[in-house]
């Protein structure tokens, strides 16, 4: 780097750091004039829930039918998981489903979205013999759900392929799994259709994408053609979607009265100073997280930033494929936890795919230590309410103001194995999380964002994937060395008090 970029660089992160400050001025003078909120704050038919998926919870990886997925198969690879466990047991969710239900019903939450493991329903994949077990038990945990009045919310895809069709076809590389999905998916509609009125076709397609088949770190792993691999993964991911969809709307909808739609991931980009560069990489980064997934489905292509990127890497759709997507979501399902600053970077020869070049326009941190929020146990989460509102209202103005449900938000902790339980659950942070964020969300609703529930991540400590059992994002507390017992934490009793607050201020939880 020349002396001249160099100096540009550092005149930008020092404006980025007013400019931050300044944000943060302006949200805290919002913030504190909207404190405490409770559940009448929002529309009466806004839906609180909490959030969990298959693989993260169950366990009973191989009872009752159970076919293997790509992510029992990743944990068994040395080094893949990063406490070295698995999720064979995870917090038992299979056996416990009753008792967590309950909870969730103590807490006043009246909707749970939980996913549905692919390969209970066909252990391998290809959708010729069903597993009666495995469509008895979601039966059963959907019929606990309705008994107590809680919405079940069901996730088709929450990333655990069957191994069989990775094994067998490459899985979301190989354009035949498309059938094989749609297959699954009305399997799905004609089964539980009648009791299940919202249905979520995959979760976050865009780190399946990206972290499945460029930088490895989820399953299945891959890594050797990280620069075309995510963009067809993608494609296909999207194409199941479409297909999905198109066999609900047909076949389903009308008689169930249901709703479908997609859940896709995405932080905030804030441009690092109002440079033409910087707010272009802002807007760049926020095309390949959500305008590589939405801009088909809203506009019927991906974004012009993608294509000028990514000349042919990037697959094509038919006009088939095209009438397939248009419009094909109810709903967006957004899941957002953080927010960045971006600042242009120049494409560098050393990173050998796009993914790459974008991380390294990332700041959350300046020299001297001020970071763009506070930090939470992960290494990627930063406490940024401010940006869940300008991400909605980002959402409304581009694809215009379509119904949006926050399907995952929440923070985690470090367990270092040496806090007392008491510490552990008295979950502070956590607590301000979520008024923060909540307080962002009522505020977007009030800028004109069409948002229609919010659903906290997560119900349970559990399985956070390459991190294994070294995070804990739950509301309750699972003790692992403890028979699994749950505890509610502190922000627990904060969202009993929140949602209950009409009903019985003093209503405690009888645990
Ligand atoms: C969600 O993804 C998932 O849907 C959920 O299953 C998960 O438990 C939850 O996040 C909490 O992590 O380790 O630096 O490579 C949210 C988007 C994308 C955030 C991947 C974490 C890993 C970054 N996630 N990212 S890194």
Redesign the pocket.
């Known amino acids: 780097m020349g002396t001249n970029a160099k100096s540009m660089a550092s005149t930008s992160i020092i404006d980025g750091l007013e400019k931050k400050r300044k944000i943060e001025d302006e949200w805290r003078s919002i913030y504190s004039a909207k404190q405490p909120l409770n559940r009448q704050d929002f529309p009466p038919h806004f839906t609180f829930g909490v ?1 969990t ?1 298959a693989f ?1 919870v169950e366990g009973a990886s191989r009872e009752d039918g159970r076919g293997l997925s790509i992510w029992d198969a990743f944990t068994l690879v040395p080094g893949k998981i990063c406490d070295g466990s698995n999720a064979d047991i995870a917090v038992d969710q299979y056996h416990r489903y009753k008792e967590d239900i309950e909870l969730i019903a103590k807490l006043g939450f009246k909707a749970y979205r939980f996913s549905i493991s692919w390969s209970r329903i066909f252990p391998d994949g290809l959708g010729t013999k069903i597993n009666p077990e495995g469509k008895r038990h979601y039966n059963n945990v959907i019929n606990a759900l309705i008994d107590k009045d809680i919405q079940p919310y069901v996730t088709l895809y ?2 655990d392929l069957p191994l069989n069709l990775f094994e067998s076809m490459g899985g979301w590389v190989n354009e035949e799994i498309v059938k094989y999905f749609a297959v699954y998916a009305e399997t799905c509609f004609s089964s539980f259709g009648d009791r299940v009125k919202n249905w979520i076709t995959i ?2 397609p ?2 399946t994408a ?2 499945g088949y460029c ?1 490895g ?2 399953a299945p792993g891959r890594r050797e053609h990280s620069s075309g691999e995510p963009y067809l993964v993608a494609h296909h991911q999207l194409l199941a979607h479409a297909e999905a969809v198109s066999i609900y709307n047909k076949k389903y909808k009308d008689k169930q009265g249901g709703q479908i739609g997609l ?1 896709v ?1 995405c ?1 905030w980009s804030e441009a690092l100073s109002d440079r033409v560069e910087d707010r272009n990489a802002a807007a760049r980064r926020l095309d390949f997280q959500l305008g590589w997934y939405l801009d088909p489905i809203y506009y019927g292509d991906y974004p012009k930033s993608m294509q000028e990127k990514l000349g042919d890497f990037l697959p094509k759709f038919s006009e088939r494929d095209k009438e397939l997507l248009k419009n094909s979501v109810d709903f967006i399902g957004l ?4 927010a960045r600053f971006v600042r242009h970077a120049a494409d560098n020869p050393e990173h050998n795919d796009f993914y790459r070049v974008q991380e390294a326009e990332r700041i959350a941190e300046w020299e001297g230590g001020e970071t763009i929020g506070e930090k939470a146990g ?4 930063y406490m940024v309410p401010w940006g869940v509102r300008k991400l909605l209202n980002y959402i409304s103005l581009r694809y215009n103001n379509p119904p949006i449900y926050i399907t ?1 938000n ?1 923070m ?1 902790d470090e367990d270092d194995g040496m806090s007392p339980l008491d510490e552990m659950l008295d979950d502070k942070l956590r607590v301000s999380y979520y008024k923060g964020y909540l307080a962002a969300v009522h505020q977007a609703i009030r800028d004109g964002a069409d948002v229609r529930g919010y659903f906290a ?2 119900l349970l400590d ?1 399985f ?4 294994g059992y070294t ?1 804990r ?1 739950g509301i309750i507390y699972v003790d692992y060395k403890n028979g699994l017992e749950r505890h509610p934490k502190s922000s627990a009793y904060w969202f009993l008090r929140f949602l209950k607050a009409e009903e019985d201020k003093n209503d405690k939880l009888d645990y």
């Open positions: 959030a998926a993260q929450h990333w979760n976050e865009l780190q990206v972290n930088t770190v989820y859940v991931d932080e899941n957002h936890y953080t992960s290494s990627w989460l995952e929440g985690d991540w997560s559990n956070e994937w390459q991190l995070k994002f």
